[in-house]
């Protein structure tokens, strides 16, 4: 038989809910569309890795720092 597809697009990087990705913060994010983290924790952290723990500076375009290139491009 034929089944039914449902595509959502979107043009952020923050898919489902809007809520900072600190740790136990349930802040609305600053902007779901440029960043995963609500203004008080975007000042602190916005511009450092991503990745876990890391507190290194953004690599060029990515939301990594250059160690964690690899798993950013995962």
């Not at 959502?8 to 809007?18: A, C, H, S, W």
């Not at 600190?22 to 983290?37: M, N, P, Q």
């Amino acid at each position: 038989g034929t089944q039914s597809v449902r595509a959502n697009v979107i043009d952020g990087i923050v898919m489902g809910l809007l809520y900072c990705a600190y740790d136990d913060c349930l802040a609305l994010l600053k902007d779901g569309s440029a960043g995963v983290f609500c203004a008080e924790y975007f000042l602190a952290f916005g511009k450092k890795c991503h990745g876990c723990r890391c507190s290194q500076s953004l690599h060029r375009d990515t939301r990594a720092c250059i160690n964690h290139q690899t798993e950013w491009k995962k």
